[in-house]
Nanobody, 127 residues
């Protein structure tokens, strides 16, 4: 069982930045590929970014490429999402997720690859 504490969400003006953090419990963090997803009101949950166990491989949704950066600090059991140049359409609840990864380079771009989910943190971007 993996549990998370997400933080870093909030209200920001368009063009601003936020960094989300997701701290995981347990000693097996290194076994999991990590991802970030988001869900806007009235919309389905969508993939944002993912990172491999080692941090050496990443993948992003086209809508956030060049704008968001995912990273992880395995010594701290934490994954981050740096969000720059935020737009009102980035407003959503952001969720981190963990998927048991068979290979160090595995990244999962679909919610079906993930076993555990955080509780979500609200990001609101005002225009």
């Amino acid at each position: 069982q993996v549990q998370f504490v997400e933080s870093g969400g909030g209200l920001v003006q368009a063009g601003g930045s936020l960094r989300l953090s997701c701290a995981a419990s347990g000693r097996t963090f290194i076994l999991y590929a990590m991802g970030w997803f988001r869900q806007a009101p009235g919309k389905e949950r969508e993939f944002v970014a993912a990172i491999s166990r080692s941090g050496g491989s990443t993948t992003y949704a086209d809508s956030v490429k060049g704008q968001f950066t995912i990273s992880r600090a395995n010594a701290k059991n934490t994954v981050y999402l740096q969000m720059n140049s935020l737009k009102p359409e980035d407003t959503a609840v952001y969720y981190c997720a963990a998927g048991l990864a068979p290979f160090e380079s595995s990244v999962f771009g679909s919610q079906f690859g993930y076993n555990y989910w955080g509780q979500g943190t609200q990001v609101t971007v005002s225009s």
